[in-house]
């Protein structure tokens, strides 16, 4: 791999240079304040000289027109403010401290330079896409301990509450440690993260340095101004900026005309320092211009988007979710069959693909219009079949009766029997959400033993790519049929997958249809077997005890995702001018999922980190009223921010367990019912709501 060279800086030979070189001090005399200088050297341009008056040498200055595009190492090359100092800028000015590289395996910071090889990436077992998995516990390990320090100091802190910024940095932290903890994807993604793990580390640090220094100068200078060569530095062409970092003993390098004043001392005249060890390769599919134009506050925040795949990082910011259309309703089954009759057919998560020409998806354009009506609770006296009943005339607002079906929840139940479907209205399909993740029910409604039990494993050895599609930026999972979902989830027969019009032949076409643009071919396996993994369990088929725990888990999926789609349409983050060139609707984005993060136990919004337990809080599904209340309050405070909240809602005081169980199941009746009646509003469907978690029978 090709390299640039950098991290650790050595100084250049001293000496002049062709452009003349200031006077020099006495050797004796060393410069003692911030105006001299103990190296100098003269800037390519020729007009200015950069000067130090606590370090003895000048690295090479990214300023003035950069460009921010990921490289091969996963990080952003000489702009790149964790490998190479920047120009000083206010709002980032903590980053001066971040801590140098470090290359000794022997120190205790080296895992935040550690790179994962590919012996430390273990496969998910069972799977019809193959090279998605996670990285080993045992190679993670002295990486998280960090992260767990840190974390544990910064909200230990007593002015925590008071940084903002700290507590951002700290929430993508978390979030780049659950993505790397619990997000199957493959190699080139978990490396990407291990890389968003060490950048808000080395963040995170050094604004808890930064600020603890800033608050105690006296403390900082007692040691004369000696310089700690183990933060990174800036450049600057503010006199006062370099008056304040070299009372706080930061690297800082000065940028001016070239005039030195007589009342400065300059101890030596040395060369540019050029970068070392910085990769400046680009990846297959990296190389995309993130940021173009001048260094400092602008382009940093291109260098900390943050994401959960590299796709979402190496590319020019994206988000799937049109506020102004809101989700994909599924291809037609006219449309569908067209599309698997065609040679070339794509229903992919990487193209936008028009599925009704003739119409728009919904809108929140379109739900204005009809916000005049007189509100009475129910969005839609007048419903369309397709808004409450299946093709097969099934009631979707009604659980499906199985045995493996878990219980509902009573005031979910409640909200969902509120809704009034039985009269026929005009909307049209095309108007209708299509699904995040399969309705749980299509797994259970076969007569037959076999296809329930295929369509079961089917799910578990696809879910972890279905749930990397979830999280692609531009990914348009609702865009999916039902059918499609049949005809993958049967599962292979024993005919050859090779013969035309077979069974098989459909599968696979069908697998090529929606993920074939998503996942390399040869990473593809129609018919894998032996068991796959689910959690900490190996299952080689679905019975009484595991199999409704596979079911709530897709009820509790599907609801996570369906709220975040509501949120993200009643909750926009617009880009405006300033917000779409500083990664503004990122950061709102990961602000979103923190808030929503809260109702679940785990704090982890896209999937469960691990299955519940029963002695612990369950969250919305938890059969305790009190043990309810942090979720419950968690969805209050999510609700409150939509539009025609009831004011028993939003002006309620918190949930608190001091409350009776009648009050808080009041008041959860009350948001579950608001819930169900805006999700059905925007999206003309049944939403699939929490139910109880089925606890073994012991």
Not at 69 to 92: F, H, K, M, N, T
Request: charged share 20%; hydrophobic share 35%.
């Amino acid at each position: 791999m090709p390299v640039a060279q950098m991290g650790e800086l050595q100084p250049a030979n001293s000496g002049s240079t062709s452009r003349g070189s200031p006077p020099l001090s006495s050797p004796s005399r060393r410069p003692t304040d911030w105006h001299d200088a103990l190296v100098l050297a003269h800037a390519s341009d020729g007009l200015h000289v950069i000067a130090s008056p606590n370090m003895k040498l000048v690295p090479s200055p990214p300023v003035g027109i950069v460009q921010v595009s990921l490289r091969a190492d996963y990080r952003y090359g000489l702009v790149d403010p964790i490998q190479w100092p920047q120009l000083y800028c206010e709002e980032y000015g903590y980053l001066a401290a971040i801590l140098r590289p470090i290359h000794s395996p022997d120190n205790r910071y080296a895992p935040l330079w550690w790179t994962p090889k590919e012996k430390h990436f273990q496969r998910s077992e069972g799977q019809i896409v193959t090279h998605l998995g996670l990285l080993s516990p045992a190679a993670l390990h002295p990486l998280l301990q960090l992260v767990d320090r840190l974390l544990l100091a910064a909200t230990s802190k007593p002015d925590t509450g008071t940084h903002r910024h700290l507590l951002e940095l700290c929430t993508y932290l978390r979030h780049a440690r659950d993505r790397l903890l619990y997000f199957p994807c493959d190699f080139n993604d978990a490396s990407m993260q291990v890389r968003e793990v060490q950048r808000y580390w080395l963040m995170a640090r050094s604004y808890m340095d930064f600020h603890t220094m800033m608050a105690n100068p006296s403390s900082s200078s007692d040691s004369g101004n000696q310089c700690n060569t183990t933060f990174m530095g800036a450049f600057t062409t503010n006199p006062r900026t370099v008056q304040n970092l070299f009372a706080l003993g930061i690297p800082v390098w000065f940028i001016r005309v070239n005039l030195i004043p007589k009342t400065s001392h300059v101890r030596a005249v040395v060369g540019l320092t050029p970068p070392s060890k910085i990769c400046t390769d680009y990846s297959s599919g990296g190389g995309t211009i993130l940021y173009s134009g001048l260094s400092g506050s602008r382009h940093i925040p291109f260098t900390f988007r943050g994401g959960h795949t590299y796709r979402d990082i190496a590319r020019a910011p994206q988000f799937a979710f049109n506020v102004d259309n809101g989700p994909t309703s599924p291809a037609s089954q006219k449309g569908y069959k067209g599309m698997m009759s065609a040679p070339e057919a794509v229903l992919d998560g990487t193209k936008v693909v028009d599925n009704h020409p003739s119409s728009s998806a919904p809108s929140v354009h379109r739900t204005q219009k009809s916000s005049s009506r007189r509100h009475n609770g129910k969005p839609y006296s007048k419903a369309h079949p397709s808004q409450g009943y299946g093709a097969t005339g099934v009631n979707k607002f009604i659980d499906f009766k199985h045995e493996w079906m878990p219980q509902g929840i009573p005031t979910w139940l409640h909200a969902m029997t509120s809704v009034e479907v039985s009269k026929p209205g005009a909307r049209p399909s095309t108007e209708i959400w299509g699904y995040w993740i399969p309705e749980p029910a299509l797994l259970l409604r076969p007569d037959s033993v076999n296809r329930r039990d295929r369509y079961i494993m089917t799910w578990l050895r696809m879910r972890n790519a279905w749930l990397y599609v979830l999280r692609l930026s531009d990914a348009r999972p609702t865009s999916v049929p039902t059918q499609w979902w049949r005809d993958v989830l049967y599962g292979p027969t024993d005919k050859d997958k090779s013969e035309k019009d077979t069974q098989n032949s459909v599968r696979w076409k069908a697998i090529l249809l929606v993920l074939g643009d998503i996942f390399p071919e040869a990473n593809l396996d129609v018919a894998p077997e032996g068991p796959v993994r689910w959690f900490d369990r190996l299952v080689s088929q679905p019975d009484a005890t595991i199999a409704p725990q596979i079911i709530w888990e897709m009820h509790d999926l599907a609801f996570r995702y369906e709220l975040q789609a509501l949120d993200r349409l009643l909750v926009p983050i617009y880009r405006g001018p300033r917000g779409e060139q500083e990664g503004g609707p990122v950061r709102g984005e990961q602000e979103r999922d923190e808030l929503l993060g809260r109702i679940f136990p785990s704090n982890h919004l896209h999937a469960l980190t691990a299955l519940p337990d029963p002695e612990h809080s369950l969250g919305l599904c938890d059969p305790s009223p009190e043990r309810r209340v942090p979720a419950l309050e968690a969805l209050r405070q999510v609700l409150s921010r939509w539009q025609r909240c009831p004011d028993e809602i939003r002006r309620n005081v918190p949930i608190t367990t001091s409350m009776t169980a009648d009050e808080i199941i009041s008041l959860e009746k009350s948001m579950a019912t608001f819930y169900v009646h805006t999700f059905f509003k925007q999206s003309g469907r049944a939403p699939i709501v929490p139910h109880q978690f089925p606890v073994p029978r012991r």
